[in-house]
């Protein structure tokens, strides 16, 4: 079965804290993007990878580091988590020319 | 960054009832997606449109590429609760070369009443 599969599913933390998302696909998929649902704000893009080894910034980078060393993997790190960035975090890919998206479940963080 | 409105922000309907939502922006788009979030899940693509004043139907829902390419629209009939969730259109811009963004919209929330 076809799965964005995104650990955990919910977090809490404390401020400045390092912490790590995981993201998995099994599509064999060249993208993959990490977005930020907050209210009245929709989905926005925080990073994006092409492929392996290549990463670019979304919208809103500020405070997340990724890296993608393998086709399947896509981290979120937060290195020192603020409050502001209690949110709720979805992983999603695609093929390298489809506009069509797969979601993950998503992770919901609290940033205390 | 771009961001498309969507509106309304949320309804709240009778089972039975016809639903309409839109997303606008200044922008021009090449491709429109609607998803629906569920409760607790990631969103799910329900319609992808790809070309002016193109109209699709999926089941129920309906919805249409606008002739200007800065808008779109979905439409859900007879409504079921099972339809309640959030709704986000998106669409894909140009960035050059064989670059493409896709933005989304502020998303609207149904609640539909059995």
């Known amino acids: 079965e076809a799965q964005v599969t995104q650990n955990p599913r919910y977090l809490i933390t404390v401020t400045g804290k390092k912490l790590t998302v995981t993201c998995s696909q099994n599509m064999n998929h060249e993208y993959m993007s990490w977005y930020r649902q907050d209210p009245g704000l929709g989905l926005r893009q925080i990073y994006y990878?092409?492929?392996?080894?290549?990463?670019d910034k979304g919208d809103v980078p500020e405070g997340y580091k990724v890296s993608r060393k393998e086709k399947r993997n896509f981290p979120l790190i937060l290195e020192s988590p603020s409050p502001n960035q209690t949110s709720l975090y979805f992983c999603a890919t695609r093929t390298a020319y489809n506009e069509k998206l797969f979601f993950g479940s998503g992770t919901q963080l609290s940033v205390l | 960054g771009q961001q498309l409105n969507q509106s309304p922000q949320s309804m709240f309907i009778q089972e039975g009832e016809d639903v309409s939502m839109n997303c606008t922006s200044s922008?021009?788009?090449?491709?429109w997606l609607w998803y629906k979030q569920d409760p607790g899940e990631g969103p799910v693509l329900l319609i992808a449109l790809y070309k002016a004043g193109e109209l699709t139907s999926n089941g129920r829902l309906t919805a249409q590429f606008g002739i200007t390419r800065k808008d779109s629209f979905l439409n859900i009939s007879a409504s079921i609760p099972s339809d309640v969730g959030i709704y986000f259109c998106a669409g894909q811009i140009a960035l050059g070369g064989a670059t493409n963004k896709l933005i989304f919209g502020t998303g609207t929330l149904l609640a539909v009443q059995p």
């Open positions: 922008s021009i788009f090449n491709t």
């Open positions: 990878s092409m492929n392996v080894e290549v990463t």
